[in-house]
């Protein structure tokens, strides 16, 4: 019966209290399901609240069930770049600024620099290639070159002459320009301020991806394939690199800054700043005074240089 003072009629859809009988020592849930006193098999009360007459509340379970299925066709509508790579083995970079997956990648301010100035800045970054398994191969640069421009005669831009094979040269700071030697190898050069300036990258530490990088370089090198390819071997020289990243001509005038498959990554911090050697560039003969100019830069001590000059070592005197 209903209180004194309350309606005696309840319209459709109108909400009516559910008694609730709740046995000793079961303490009450505070929410939807039923209470159990403990050590008992089953209980007999049923722990509720209003609900509208003519109304059956859906399952628990059920919703559940259509909550998880939701949940199942969102993720497979993402696209592979919103889902983290589940495949085994592969990691997440060490070298991300943040936890939000937006990594430390170097934008175009730093390639904005003259050739020199960038060649040495380029020491100690990290170069990323990933492939498209999603593969991510990390080296940390060693050792480059710089080219000055049309006054540099040893240069591809020498003259100020452009053409469609080094046209990267004169597109903006952190353009790729990647040739071929010999007919079958592939060196990457970034480009700098000023018009036909270029970096060249010669040397990579390897630090991630180092068993990928073998496989590729074995795939690719000519001559016997016998011996297995020493760490230090890896990316010790332009040509290898681009062999142990899989870099090859279709990556020529690519925008550093922006590309999907390769970039350039802030280095760790070091406690104190490596000793860097000037020394003349390799296989430019016939440049007159230019094959001589201290425009090859390496760190010192590092097992991972292409070519060591101990002579440039020798005159280099610390600061």
């Given at each position: 019966m209903p209180a004194r003072g309350s309606s005696a009629r309840l319209g459709k859809g109108s909400l009516k209290p559910v008694s609730v009988t709740l046995l000793p020592d079961t303490e009450q849930s505070p929410f939807l399901g039923r209470g159990r006193r403990p050590g008992s098999a089953k209980a007999e009360s049923l722990v509720t609240g209003y609900h509208e007459v003519g109304q059956k509340p859906a399952p628990l379970s059920r919703k559940i069930r259509q909550k998880k299925q939701r949940l199942a066709d969102s993720e497979q509508q993402q696209t592979p770049e919103e889902r983290l790579p589940s495949t085994p083995g592969l990691h997440r970079s060490i070298y991300f600024s943040s936890t939000d997956d937006h990594p430390a990648r170097l934008g175009p301010e730093f390639f904005d620099q003259p050739a020199v100035t960038l060649a040495r800045a380029f020491l100690g970054q990290v170069l990323v290639r990933r492939l498209t398994d999603g593969t991510e191969l990390r080296g940390r640069i060693v050792e480059t070159e710089a080219y000055l421009?049309?006054?540099?005669?040893?240069?591809?831009?020498?003259?100020?002459?452009?053409?469609?094979?080094?046209?990267?040269?004169?597109?903006?700071?952190?353009?790729?320009?990647?040739?071929?030697?010999?007919?079958?190898?592939?060196?990457?050069n970034v480009s700098s301020q000023g018009a036909g300036a270029c970096v060249l990258l010669r040397a990579l530490e390897p630090l991630e991806g180092l068993e990928t990088m073998r496989q590729l370089r074995n795939s690719l090198r000519k001559g016997t394939v016998s011996r297995s390819l020493k760490d230090r071997e890896l990316c010790s020289g332009p040509s290898k690199l681009c062999q142990a990243l899989a870099i090859d001509k279709s990556f020529d005038q690519r925008?550093?800054?922006?590309?999907?498959?390769?970039?350039?990554?802030?280095?760790?911090?070091?406690?104190?700043?490596?000793?860097?050697?000037?020394?003349?560039?390799?296989?430019?003969?016939?440049?007159?005074?230019?094959?001589?100019?201290?425009?090859?830069?390496?760190?010192?001590?590092?097992?991972?240089?292409?070519?060591?000059?101990?002579?440039?070592?020798?005159?280099?005197?610390?600061?």
């Open positions: 421009g049309p006054e540099d005669e040893a240069a591809h831009s020498r003259g100020g002459r452009q053409t469609p094979r080094n046209r990267g040269m004169f597109m903006k700071p952190g353009t790729l320009y990647v040739y071929i030697i010999y007919g079958m190898y592939f060196c990457l925008d550093l800054t922006q590309d999907g498959a390769v970039w350039l990554e802030h280095g760790p911090l070091e406690s104190s700043s490596p000793t860097v050697v000037a020394a003349a560039r390799i296989g430019i003969g016939h440049a007159g005074e230019w094959t001589q100019k201290p425009l090859r830069f390496y760190v010192q001590g590092s097992p991972w240089v292409s070519v060591v000059d101990r002579v440039a070592e020798q005159i280099y005197q610390p600061q």
